[in-house]
Nanobody
Framework: QVQLVESGGGLVQAGGSLRLSCAAS????????MGWYRQVPGKQRELVAQ???????NYADSVKGRFTISRDDAKNTVYLQMNSLKPEDTAVYYC????????WGQGTQVTVSS
């Protein structure tokens, strides 16, 4: 089991940047992949980006070229660098770690104003 704690969310103007962090309570080396999801009220949670243990990445089409996911196994942390933010990026962002099942953080709110 693992506890995931997200941070770095907040309010930003369109075109701005935020960096989300996900700190794990133990080594993330065995989790494969780790990722970020987001959810807005009334909609399903959707994948934003994920990174495998080998460093391969996968992004939702809506964030390609703007968001970058990375993992630092030495710090047990996963990051999501979000640039050129748009109002439609507004959501609660969740960190996820997969090892036989998904483990989730509590989420961090990202609000992008127009």
């Amino acid at each position: 089991q693992v506890q995931l704690v997200e941070s770095g969310g907040g309010l930003v103007q369109a075109g701005g940047s935020l960096r989300l962090s996900c700190a794990a309570s133990r080594s993330i080396f065995t989790f494969n992949p780790m990722g970020w999801y987001r959810q807005v009220p009334g909609k399903q949670r959707e994948l934003v980006a994920q990174v495998t243990r080998s460093g391969s990445t996968n992004y939702a089409d809506s964030v390609k070229g703007r968001f970058t996911i990375s993992r630092d196994d030495a710090k047990n942390t996963v990051y999501l660098q979000m640039n050129s933010l748009k109002p439609e990026d507004t959501a609660v962002y969740y960190c996820a770690a997969f090892l036989n099942t998904y483990y989730w953080g509590q989420g961090t709110q990202v609000t992008v104003s127009s």
